[in-house]
Nanobody
């Protein structure tokens, strides 16, 4: 069964940190770009960050300098380190895998695979 599974979400105070993980099963991530997306209540899903199969990284302006994406192909996992979290970062975070990093990140094309998401809540 081919799937992506996110973990690491939770409740954190403003200014805190979380590290999200996206692990693949049934296929290897080596040849895929992996993106992180989020969706807040009442809002559309938006791209947060993306890493290409070659390791190029892309970030939305609203997370630059705060979030870092990385991949560990040996563990078949991509991480999203989130620092200096703000209440507006609250939402469900999804990872996705596809072949075209930039197009997928902008959601101009649909990824090949989506995870089911993990909730991130930033609140005091």
């Amino acid at each position: 069964q081919l799937q992506l599974v996110e973990s690491g979400g939770g409740l954190v105070q403003p200014g805190g940190s979380l590290r999200l993980s996206c692990t693949a099963s049934g296929f290897t991530l080596d040849d895929y770009a992996i993106g992180w997306f989020r969706q807040a209540p009442g809002k559309e899903r938006e791209g947060v960050s993306c890493i290409s199969s070659e390791g190029s990284t892309y970030y939305a302006d609203f997370v630059k300098g705060r979030f870092t994406i990385s991949r560990d192909n040996a563990k078949n996992t991509v991480y999203l380190q989130m620092n200096s979290l703000k209440p507006e970062d609250t939402g469900i975070y999804y990872c996705a895998a596809g072949k075209r990093a930039v197009l997928m990140f902008k959601l101009w094309i649909q990824p090949d695979y989506w995870g089911r998401g993990t909730q991130v809540t930033v609140s005091s």
